[in-house]
């Protein structure tokens, strides 16, 4: 185990990772940052621009690992942020979790263009409102431990540490 900011990340094999939990009773009150679009989008393809945000953002992820990542009987949807000129600056989707009231965060990335913006933090608050609306009381997902902008993004938008038991597959 290791910590950050007194937050247990669990060890997995090659990584750590940390899976952190929100309950919601209510949706939070958010905003885009002027000159910023949101677009909703739910398919087997992966949307324009986000493979590129996604790679910025230091993940893997590509058009040959998407139906891997987003498996269509799991998909709720893909968010993508666009500039009014439709520059991809930021996504997340939301896949379905292991209980009617819960919904995974995943793949939550933001343009390097963009850092230091609140965009991160808006688009994890948006997510939590897509579950909400969605049905869902619980919003869960997996981060890693080098990734401390992240970590702390998710602790000020009221996700804290899952300890219980959680198999994302």
């Not at 989008?41 to 230091?58: N, R, S, T």
């Not at 992820?61 to 439709?86: A, D, H, Q």
Request: with cysteine; aromatic share 6%; charged share 15%.
């Amino acid at each position: 185990f290791a910590s950050i900011a007194g937050t247990i990340l669990l060890r997995l094999p090659n990584r750590a990772a940390l899976v952190m939990v929100r309950n919601m009773s209510e949706p939070s009150k958010i905003s885009l940052p002027p000159g910023l679009v949101s677009e909703s989008i739910l398919g087997p393809c992966m949307p324009e621009g986000c493979a590129d945000v996604l790679q910025d953002a230091g993940f893997n992820t590509t058009p040959e690992t998407w139906s891997y990542e987003f498996p269509e009987n799991k998909m709720l949807g893909v968010i993508m942020i666009r500039t009014t000129n439709k520059k991809a600056v930021g996504t997340f989707g939301l896949l379905k979790g292991d209980t009617v009231s819960s919904v995974v965060l995943h793949l939550l990335g933001v343009s390097p263009s963009q850092n230091g913006q609140g965009l991160g933090k808006t688009l994890t608050l948006l997510a939590c409102n897509q579950a909400f609306a969605s049905g869902a009381t619980k919003v869960l997902l997996t981060t890693d431990d080098h990734r401390l902008a992240a970590v702390k993004v998710y602790l000020s938008s009221g996700f804290s540490p899952y300890l219980g038991s959680w198999d994302r597959t």
